[in-house]
């Protein structure tokens, strides 16, 4: 049945992010880079695409001069066939106001639903980590007879009150029985009462409805013209609000490990933790699954390399994701994601950080539990993420759980002789890769240990002629 229904996408790009500063100081949240290759929109747009569902419109707002470049460049649809994936900015269409919120943002765009004339509407985030197949959400909500579907996803209940809350009907546990946004508690599942089902931003709505209910809330003074807040409530109000559970969705080519991941990566915690998901040799998220690929731009960069630096120091990267146009020079790198085109010098170590595109890292560098932005230059003998007060003296963010940032193209200072001394100090550290894999053979040990102290030898060596030159 849903097969027979014209379906439109709409990806809402247009949140600030503010809880991803300073990564969202120069973009839209849902253009920061991810995964060494990848936007985070390219995720919902993959989905979208792999469901065959390929008219798709981008609202946008904030900063998108990156995200649009993004989209035209890489989402590239057979216009020949009536396919689009089009970027759309706020137009003030309606009054003079900018996009008042998500459901406003939408309202002011009802011209994209008027000219495409669709059955059904999926409307999709732009920042989440996921797969899914929107084509059985769509079936289940066709099937059901409801006017707007809610996928959700189940989460712990101590996390309630940072989400979108959905209690089901306790008579159809296919229809809402309401809808709270981020309450300080809420009544756990019947199945499994240390969880709750909530929402996943993603929904789908028989298109006359929608444009209804955007019209009524754009009349209402008591509205915050969000989807999520005022949409769906007024759906479930009328007891025409179903909700798709995120479990029943099977992805060809996933396993039980990974077909119900699902990240908001709205923080910087959660955007760190999302990307050391990425690093296990059974990734919890899994980005070889061939049959449901993430589609983005194809890099120009050569193949990633692993040479030799000063004094034949061997460059090394364990337990991690090396992107293209990788140079790792006599340095060592571990439980990383690197972007593209990095470069990192003789002796120098990134341990447990991610690195966007064109990051230099010095002679004898460290890096240690750190987001580092585009274009950033860290200098020899430089040491990033250990020790706080220095990161921050220096104006770098660091996070409540100690995650050090840096954002896009910042300046990092020469550092001094104490600053090198503390890199000097972690260099002599033996990567944990390394510890657990000769934890059985002492004797194999103890040959690394001197190695890694010759390592650091010529790491200090190297940063010290660095730095005078």
């Known amino acids: 049945m849903p097969l027979n229904k014209k379906v439109l996408a709409i990806v809402l790009a247009g949140g600030e992010g503010n809880r991803l500063m300073p990564l969202t100081a120069d973009r839209a949240k849902p253009a920061v880079p991810f995964a060494g290759s990848y936007r985070l929109i390219d995720f919902a ?3 979208l695409v792999n469901s065959r569902y390929l008219q ?8 998108s001069h990156s995200l649009d470049r993004h989209i035209s460049e890489t989402w590239r649809m057979s216009t020949q066939l009536g396919n689009y994936v089009a970027s759309v900015p706020a137009q003030q269409r309606v009054g003079k106001s900018w996009f008042l919120g998500s459901a406003n943002a939408i309202y002011q765009s009802l011209n994209l639903i008027h000219d495409a004339n669709p059955d059904i509407v999926v409307v999709v985030g732009a920042d989440h980590v996921y797969r899914m197949d929107f084509a059985q959400m769509v079936e289940q909500h066709v099937l ?6 809610v996928a959700a996803v189940r989460q712990p209940l101590s996390m309630a009150n940072q989400f979108g809350v959905i209690e089901v009907d306790q008579n159809d546990p296919q229809k809402i029985g309401a809808f709270v946004e981020k309450p300080a508690t809420t009544p756990g599942l019947a199945a499994d009462p240390t969880q709750f089902l909530a929402s996943m931003g993603n929904y789908v709505f028989n298109a006359d409805a929608l444009v209804e209910a955007l019209h ?3 009349e209402r003074l008591d509205t915050k013209h969000d989807m999520g807040g005022d949409i769906i409530p007024y759906f479930v109000n009328q007891g025409e609000a179903g909700v798709y559970d995120f479990t029943l969705n099977d992805i060809p080519g996933s396993t039980d490990r990974d077909r119900t991941y699902w990240r908001d990566v709205g923080t910087i915690d959660s955007f760190y933790d999302a990307h050391i998901d990425l690093i296990s040799p059974l990734p919890v998220f899994n980005l070889y699954n061939s049959e449901w690929p993430i589609y983005t731009r194809q890099s120009i960069s050569p193949p990633a390399k692993f040479v030799r630096g000063v004094n034949d120091a061997v460059g090394t990267a364990l337990d991690s994701i090396v992107s293209s146009g990788v140079v790792v020079s006599g340095g060592i790198v571990e439980g990383s994601v690197l972007s593209q085109d990095v ?7 990134v341990v447990d950080s991610v690195l966007m595109d064109k990051v230099y890292i010095g002679e004898g560098a460290v890096v240690n539990h750190a987001i580092i932005d585009k274009n950033v230059r860290v200098p020899a003998g430089a040491a990033i993420g250990l020790d706080h007060d220095l990161d921050r003296a220096r104006g770098f963010k660091v996070t409540e759980s100690g995650i050090t940032v840096l954002s896009k193209g910042q300046e990092v200072p020469e550092p001094g002789d104490a600053e090198r001394e503390l890199a000097a100090r972690n260099m002599h550290l033996l990567p944990n890769a390394v510890k657990a894999a000769t934890a059985q053979s002492p004797e194999f040990r103890d040959s690394i240990n001197r190695a890694t102290g010759e390592h650091a030898g ?3 060596g190297a940063a010290s002629g660095a730095s005078r030159s």
């Open 45 to 47: 747009l993959s989905n």
């Open 56 to 63: 798709i419109v981008v609202l946008t707002q904030y900063k």
């Open 144 to 149: 059901s007879g409801a006017k707007a579907t």
């Open 216 to 218: 009524v809330d754009a």
């Open 343 to 349: 470069f990192v010098g003789t002796g120098s170590r």
């Open 458 to 460: 010529t790491s200090a």
